[in-house]
């Protein structure tokens, strides 16, 4: 079974897989008593953004991770996952700047998750 922060990579390498725009990790543990990471994205488009929750769920599911729970609006303009102590949530820019999670959750620590990233700044 995977810990938290494996869940969390393993959702910000599919969002990459899956060129998701804007990815975001917060480290939420110490202000939400429910999950220990948000991953925040955006997809282009509802079904781009559809794409991305049905991948990250059956990768997932892959490594015994279970959706608890999963919402999303009729027009494909937010998602969200709740794979117990993470949290993934998959908007359009516009739903995205119209909740500003990363405003709301401001006290929480933003950390890099991504290999991608994470290999860029090593080279630089």
């Not at 997809?43 to 999963?70: F, P, Y």
Request: aromatic content about 8%; glycine content about 4%; hydrophobic content about 35%.
């Amino acid at each position: 079974m995977l810990d938290s922060k494996s869940i969390a990579q393993k959702c910000v390498q599919i969002a990459e897989d899956k060129k998701a725009d804007n990815i975001v990790t917060l480290h939420v543990e110490k202000q939400f008593m429910v999950a220990d990471y948000f991953v925040i994205c955006n997809g282009n488009t509802s079904r781009h953004a559809a794409g991305i929750a049905q991948e990250m769920e059956k990768e997932l599911k892959q490594h015994d991770v279970r959706c608890h729970h999963r919402e999303y609006d009729e027009e494909g303009k937010w998602y969200l996952i709740d794979f117990d102590s993470v949290i993934v949530h998959i908007f359009q820019e516009d739903s995205r700047s119209f909740y500003e999670l990363e405003d709301l959750w401001s006290d929480a620590k933003q950390v890099n998750l991504s290999d991608t990233q994470t290999k860029l700044e090593n080279e630089g």
